[in-house]
Nanobody, 119 residues
Framework: QVQLVESGGGLVQPGGSLRLSCVASGSIVSIYAMGWYRQAPGKQRELVAT???????NYGDFVEGRFTISRDNAKNTVVLQMNSLKPEDKAVYYCNADLARSNFRAVYWGQGTQVTVSS
């Protein structure tokens, strides 16, 4: 069993900040990459940011320097610091991990955390 547990979503005013955290636990051999995706109502799920085990980072085009992803490999944790939030950032944010189990590789998702940006 593998679990991804997210925390840190909520309501924030435009221009504000939120910090999302995700911890992966269970029978994990290694994690290739961890990151965040988001899905707004009526839209497809899209990449927010990912970081692989070597530290390579990818951001969605809409991030434009406002978000920072970081990862603690020893703790199987990924953190997304979101600054200068806009109303269009409202979405459910999902943690994602591409990892190795004892004899296979798979992608796991968290349950999602709601981010609302509104005055």
């Amino acid at each position: 069993q593998v679990q991804l547990v997210e925390s840190g979503g909520g309501l924030v005013q435009p221009g504000g900040s939120l910090r999302l955290s995700c911890v992966a636990s269970g029978s994990i051999v290694s994690i290739y990459a961890m990151g965040w995706y988001r899905q707004a109502p009526g839209k497809q799920r899209e990449l927010v940011a990912t970081v692989n085990s070597g530290g390579r980072i990818n951001y969605g085009d809409f991030v434009e320097g406002r978000f920072t992803i970081s990862r603690d490999n020893a703790k199987n944790t990924v953190v997304l610091q979101m600054n200068s939030l806009k109303p269009e950032d409202k979405a459910v944010y999902y943690c994602n991990a591409d990892l190795a189990r004892s004899n296979f590789r798979a992608v796991y998702w968290g349950q999602g955390t709601q981010v609302t940006v509104s005055s």
